[in-house]
T-cell receptor
Framework: AQRVTQPEKLLSVFKGAPVELKCNYS??????LFWYVQYSRQRLQLLLR??SRESIKGFTADLNKGETSFHLKKPFAQEEDSAMYYC??????????????FGRGTQLTVWP | DAGVIQSPRHEVTEMGQEVTLRCKPI?????LFWYRQTMMRGLELLIY????????DSGMPEDRFSAKMPNASFSTLKIQPSEPRDSAVYFC???????????FGPGTRLLVL
């Protein structure tokens, strides 16, 4: 069965420090993985997806199939990065859109 | 574009009452998703539609929950009768055909007393 695990509910770092939000998944097929972010009082929105292999707001995430991980990293955290981050896996994308399975989320706080 | 619109934004009701949540997807999007977010279970998919047809309703918790999409611009999620354990934030999201992402609404915060 599909499962997304985010082991940390809360994560705090100081401004300028590196940050890594962990995400592990279990899925028998070829996964499509995403990171979504929800800033305070804003809607849940896509941050990045692994297939794009791009950096958004300084964040990157590499899919490691051997370790079944998709950790989100940023070398220098900023206060505005404080938000709730969700890792998500899309299953069964074929001719139609697959469904998303979300992790429980990690609340990141970046202290000044 | 106002994005996905949900109403009401907040709902407080008493146990046993019927609750109806509404969603207007982004125009042109043919996928619509209903999610529930709780502290205990995180963000869970309840049901999703493609071209107004329910594709997967395996996440609907029980018969008290029902969802409809009578046309491409409107969907409802109904809980009848409501129970305190239904208290949660309910999100609607929509996606274009083979879209890169789902676009989420602001959510409806439901409290059942």
């Amino acid at each position: 069965a599909q499962r997304v695990t985010q082991p940390e509910k809360l994560l705090s770092v100081f401004k300028g420090a590196p940050v890594e939000l962990k995400c592990n998944y279990s899925y028998s097929g070829s996964p499509e993985l995403f990171w979504y972010v929800q800033y305070s009082r804003q809607r849940l929105q896509l941050l990045l997806r692994h297939i794009s292999r791009e950096s958004i707001k300084g964040f990157t995430a590499d899919l490691n199939k051997g370790e079944t991980s998709f950790h989100l990293k940023k070398p220098f955290a900023q206060e505005e990065d404080s938000a709730m981050y969700y890792c998500a896996l899309e299953s069964d994308r074929g001719s139609t859109l697959g469904r998303l399975y979300f992790g429980r989320g990690t609340q990141l706080t970046v202290w000044p | 574009d106002a994005g996905v619109i949900q109403s009401p934004r907040h709902e407080v009701t008493e146990m046993g009452q019927e609750v109806t949540l509404r969603c207007k997807p982004i125009s042109g999007h043919d996928y619509l998703f209903w999610y529930r977010q709780t502290m205990m279970r995180g963000l869970e998919l309840l049901i999703y539609f493609n071209n107004n047809v329910p594709i997967d309703d395996s996440g609907m918790p029980e018969d008290r929950f029902s969802a409809k999409m009578p046309n491409a611009s409107f969907s409802t999620l109904k809980i009848q009768p409501s129970e305190p354990r239904d208290s949660a934030v309910y999100f609607c999201a929509s996606s274009p055909p083979r879209g890169e992402t789902q676009y989420f609404g602001p959510g409806t915060r439901l409290l059942v007393l």
